[in-house]
């Protein structure tokens, strides 16, 4: 999920319901569709079905997403490591104090273009900063 639209390479702009999240807080969905990343290593994955959610400040990446990508993710002992098909490291994580795994990746923007070091939430930069991740 994501509310930043330049992060997306492909978007179907439609309404198409709701979210609930765990507060019992609930938003908009306004759209569905791809967003590419780069790993630590320079390797790129394509999430699919990703939810364009204009009111969401932090971008969530679910682990059954990456699984259905192909990548395989270890956990154990508050580290999580993400690997991709290949089994090169695509990210390395320490889990935080609550108990969310906090991690940074570039995502490549509709034009082909790496983002800059530009924090997410302050702008329409194409990081995927403070992105959490989600079982």
């Known amino acids: 999920m994501s509310g930043c639209r330049n992060l997306f390479i492909n978007l179907n702009a439609t309404s198409i319901g709701l979210v609930k999240f765990g507060d019992n807080s609930m938003v908009e969905v306004k759209g569905c569709g791809y967003v590419k990343l780069q790993g630590e290593n320079g390797d ?3 999430l699919n079905n990703v939810l364009f959610i204009p009111k969401l400040q932090t971008n969530i990446v679910s682990l059954g997403q990456l699984d259905e990508q192909g990548c395989r993710m270890e ?4 580290s999580l490591v993400i690997y991709t098909k290949t089994k090169e490291v695509f990210a390395s ?3 935080t104090g609550n108990r969310l795994y906090l991690f940074n990746l570039n995502a ?3 034009m082909g273009e790496k983002s800059d ?3 997410y939430e302050n702008s329409n930069s194409n990081m995927f900063k403070n992105t ?3 079982q």
């Open 44 to 46: 790129q994955c394509i």
């Open 75 to 78: 956990i154990e002992h508050g």
């Open 93 to 95: 994580v320490r889990r």
């Open 108 to 110: 490549i923007s509709m």
């Open 117 to 119: 070091s530009t924090r």
């Open 132 to 134: 959490y991740l989600k």
